[in-house]
């Protein structure tokens, strides 16, 4: 197979239209004041024009681009997202080399960026306390009730805005992950999150070797205490290994609260949607709806807007090392393809078409696909079933989300507010 090389007027193209954004919105922690410009600038619409435009005109499912010094090409075709996906970790290994130099900042050991027997470990260790298989954790009615209790903080008239949700969204995550006693260890969470805004420079970034120790040392407290009903206790040891994958479950657990937040402003904004989600809400936790509808709001906004993959080998005519990306949105809003590019669609996600295209990966896909996929669909669908439970939402930021036009490509969860009132 022969792979074409893109110009390097159109590679220039690539880095500044669509990688550009991503690095600039923060591919580890996002930038606030950042992701305010991009919704404004629209920067997916511009990014998949590109993309489209590449694939008509390289007619190939990856295209190499001109990059000095590193071997880099793009996944054009929904048949090579699932192919490459479906090959990890060998010969597309998820530990690709871009990724290793942001994530190696604060957890080294993560399974993300290992490989080998450690990887296998590692996510053995990972799938096992996360029980990646069941659709329902063991600890269900125990998140279930700390939701409940938490969400009852919120608003129950008046205005929601992000800092306000996500004030109770870190509680309950804490209780989750660490246990009740982290309930309101704000600083854990700071820790954490210092080290990834310093992580998304990838390669600038200096190692604040103090930072991750004394952030380190808070996760392994918590996992001492192995608190019954958390998934600590689940992880049952404390081990530097254990420490980092925890880590990087409340790194998860930061994206989830954007899309759960996100697909509240859809469930505001598109009454048969809602209609849908409150008739389901008292079956908590058997949410299939408002499954689909996290789904799909991942759908239409990526956490993970590049997967990226290196090969281990030399494979389909690119040499072993050469770094591979797959740009979500492109495929989750390929408008050439995807009648519903464009629309907030969860009734794909329940009759088999959004399983039937291998490029709408909202939680990645293979082997290497997150491990807390179940386990992030029901908590994002009982946090939502409980703020909806008693409360009726109105988006009131200005964003144009409802049915009657194309959704926009870009979405900044911090700018989102809601007008609040008690259900009637």
């Known amino acids: 197979m022969t792979v074409p090389t893109a110009s390097r007027l159109d590679t220039l193209k690539v880095a500044t239209g669509v990688l ?45 681009l001109a990059v000095p010094g590193r071997s880099f090409a793009l996944v054009l075709s929904a ?38 027997p450690e990887r296998a470990r590692r996510r053995e260790f ?33 205005v929601l805005d992000w800092n306000q949700f996500a004030g109770v969204w870190w509680r309950a995550v804490r209780r989750i992950v660490l246990g009740d006693a982290a309930r309101d260890d704000d600083t854990t969470t700071e820790l954490l999150g210092r080290l990834r805004s310093s992580a998304n ?49 409340l790194f998860a657990f930061d994206a989830a609260g954007m899309v759960t937040f996100r697909t509240l402003g859809m469930l505001a904004t598109h009454p048969h949607a809602r209609q849908l989600a409150l008739e389901e809400v008292p079956s908590a936790p058997d949410l299939p709806y408002l499954r689909a509808s996290v789904l799909e709001t991942v759908r239409l906004w990526p956490t993970t807007p590049a997967i990226l993959r290196d090969t281990t080998k030399e494979v389909e005519g ?17 408008d050439q393809n995807l009648p519903y590019a464009h629309s907030f669609a969860p009734d794909i996600w329940l009759d088999g078409r959004a399983q039937e295209n291998p490029a709408l990966v909202p939680f990645s896909a293979g082997p290497g ?33 409802g049915p ?21």
């Open 126 to 158: 990972t799938e096992r306390a996360l029980e990646t298989p069941q659709p329902l954790h063991h600890l269900t009615p125990v998140v279930l009730r700390k939701v409940q209790e938490e969400v009852a903080a919120l608003p129950t008239s008046g």
């Open 201 to 249: 420079w990838s390669y600038l970034s200096p190692r604040h070797k103090g930072l991750r120790e004394r952030t380190l040392a808070r996760v392994r407290a918590h996992l001492a205490r192995a608190e019954a009903g958390s998934l600590a206790e689940a992880a049952g040891t404390t081990e530097e290994d254990a420490v980092d994958q925890v880590g990087h479950w």
């Open 20 to 64: 550009g954004p991503v690095l600039a919105g923060g591919v580890i922690k996002r930038r606030p004041k950042v992701m305010g410009l991009l919704e404004k600038a629209q920067a997916d619409t511009s990014a998949v024009q590109i993309l489209q435009d590449l694939r008509a005109k390289y007619a190939a499912p990856l295209v190499r």
């Open 318 to 334: 690119l040499p072993e090392g050469t770094g591979l990306l797959i740009f979500a949105p492109f495929f989750h809003r390929d």
């Open 369 to 401: 696909e997150c491990p807390a996929r179940n386990l992030v669909l029901m908590v994002t669908s009982v946090f939502l079933a409980k703020m909806l439970e008693t409360r009726d939402y109105l988006l009131t930021s200005g964003q144009q989300l």
């Open 404 to 424: 009657a036009t194309p959704l926009p490509s870009t979405l900044d969860n911090f700018g989102m507010t809601f007008s609040v009132r008690p259900k009637r």
């Open 79 to 116: 048949d090579e997202v699932g192919h490459v996906l479906a090959e990890s970790p060998e010969p597309f290994s998820p530990a690709n080399l871009e990724k290793r130099r942001a994530l190696e900042k604060f957890q080294p050991h993560g399974v993300l960026i290992s490989e080998g």
